[in-house]
């Protein structure tokens, strides 16, 4: 049974990985067996919106680290290591479903 932990945190939590507050690092995850997902309380999150950081979109992104997929230098890839603005609807890409076809 996996655990995954998820949590919203300020600057210096005590993984080595400090936030930096609005804008730059928006969360990070840890790969398989650690699962933990932390997102940048700071950050301005935004659910269905242009205004401010898409909820969901990170969330995926850090989600598929979780699963074990590395960063894409695909820019279409949701792994793309760069957030990309505001998408209304995105779907993952060809690269992502073949990364992640390849773990499991």
């Known amino acids: 049974t996996a655990k995954i932990n998820v949590k919203f945190l300020n600057g210096s939590h005590g993984d080595n990985y ?4 609005i804008g730059g690092v928006l969360g990070h995850a840890y790969y398989p067996p650690n699962g933990n997902v932390h997102f940048d309380a700071a950050e301005v999150w935004s659910q269905g919106t242009n205004l401010g950081i898409s909820l969901k979109w990170v969330a995926v992104h850090e989600f598929g680290h979780v699963l074990g997929l590395a960063h894409s230098n695909i820019s279409t890839s949701i792994m793309f290591p ?11 890409s060809l690269d992502d479903i073949n990364a992640i076809k ?3």
């Not at 760069?82 to 993952?92: E, H, I, T, V």
Request: glycine share 12%; no cysteine.
């Open 102 to 104: 390849m773990l499991y």
């Open 82 to 92: 760069y957030y990309p603005g505001y998408r209304d609807n995105f779907s993952l």
């Open 18 to 21: 400090s936030f930096d507050g």
